[in-house]
């Protein structure tokens, strides 16, 4: 049977195994592990990819968000509006930080935050805005560069499944104040390890969050700030550098499979996210339907041996985690939780694959 995988890193990673190496043994020849010259090199790399002025490399994508928030200081129990329609480390980094997660309704289109619902919640103690582009979709950021501008708000962006994705001619990153990305293997721009970054134009805030990734310390044994111990792996570093050179051609791939899918599903039975065909801004990370009877076609694409995925099958503010939040009612994200299905997509994913589970999907009956 022919059996089609959600995500074949090893896949993804074999053109680049001969450099990949090399770069290993290059850091395992320099003798130096720790915030060395492969981790200033991608930092360089990466801000110049996004078009920033600076970029931290800190342990993981969670981290990423954690030291973005901490380095503006803002006043305990000050709220921040996150999407609810997030995976959970989006709110945890809040939390984190001793702040209030303020939850809204995402567009039922596009999965990503609904502009009139952060207007709606904006109050007297709201002092940030946290972006999250959703699935590798860019955010209308026009519209929320104006909702915070209008009340002085900062712009906080989770790029995690975002890498390279553009909006008006300028990438994800290079929108707020400061911006989070993982490195996590399944990336889009993905490490053979853990690993994450936060791109800014702020030299101040770069230098704070520079700080904190190292036990609050810029010079070594002089600690400006309580820090903690997040730098991004040297051994990572090198990977992601042998890899960044290549995203763009990576994600053109993702494009052209998600191109395929929006225009081979026909079946009325799965609802396509909402996008043009041609787009070249979103980078499809992920490639999600809503279906009704979910687990039925998830059951039936299986024993035809296709894999795929549900990004995320509970919503943060009914995970045991988040009690406080349990009794919120937002039925947009509730129903969206209930419905969503991950459909493989991956730079190594063969046009025939692809065409091979349009078919079974446009098959699919009840």
């Known amino acids: 049977m022919k059996r089609i995988l959600f995500n074949d890193i090893d896949a993804v990673n074999a053109p680049f195994r001969h450099d990949l190496t090399g770069a290993f043994h290059k850091v395992m020849q320099s003798g130096n592990f720790v915030l060395a010259e492969s981790v200033s090199q991608f930092e360089k790399e990466f801000a110049n990819y996004c078009g920033t002025g600076f970029c931290i490399g800190v342990g993981n994508g969670y981290d990423a968000l954690v030291l973005a928030i901490r380095a503006f200081g803002f006043a305990p129990g ?35 935050i609904n502009t009139a619902a952060i207007q709606a919640a904006i109050t007297a103690n709201t002092k940030a805005i946290l972006v999250v582009h959703l699935y590798g979709r860019v955010c209308p950021m026009d519209e929320i560069n104006a909702i915070a501008g209008k009340h002085g708000l900062k712009i906080i962006e989770d790029c995690a499944q975002a890498h390279g994705a553009m909006y008006k001619g300028k990438r994800v990153g290079s929108f707020g104040h400061a911006a989070a990305f993982s490195f996590y293997p399944t990336k889009n721009l993905g490490a053979l390890g853990d690993g994450g970054a936060v791109t800014t134009s702020g030299e101040e805030l770069a230098q704070k969050i520079k700080a904190l990734r190292n036990y609050g310390s810029l010079k070594r044994y002089e600690n400006v700030v309580k820090g903690v111990n997040s730098r991004l792996d040297e051994f990572q570093a090198a990977f992601l550098s042998v890899k960044l050179p290549h995203l763009d051609v990576m994600n053109e791939k993702r494009r052209a499979i998600a191109a395929k899918y929006l225009l081979g599903i026909t079946n009325p039975l799965v609802v396509l996210p909402a996008a043009p065909v041609t787009s070249s801004e979103h980078v499809w990370h992920l490639f999600v339907v809503k279906v009704a009877h979910r687990v039925k076609l998830q059951e039936y694409l299986a024993a035809s041996g296709i894999e795929t995925g ?49 078919s079974l999907i446009n098959k699919f009956k009840l």
Request: hydrophobic share 40%.
């Open 78 to 112: 000050a709220e921040i509006i996150v999407p609810a329609n997030t995976y959970i480390a989006t709110l945890l980094a809040v939390s984190a930080n001793g702040l209030k997660p303020v939850l809204v309704e995402p567009d039922e289109h596009t999965y990503n």
């Open 310 to 358: 549900v990004h995320y099958p509970i919503p943060p503010h009914k995970q045991q985690a988040y009690e406080e939040l349990n009794s919120l009612k937002l039925p947009v994200t509730e129903t969206m939780h209930n419905m969503v299905l991950s459909l493989p997509l991956h730079a190594s994913m063969s046009y025939s694959d692809c065409d091979y589970i349009i």
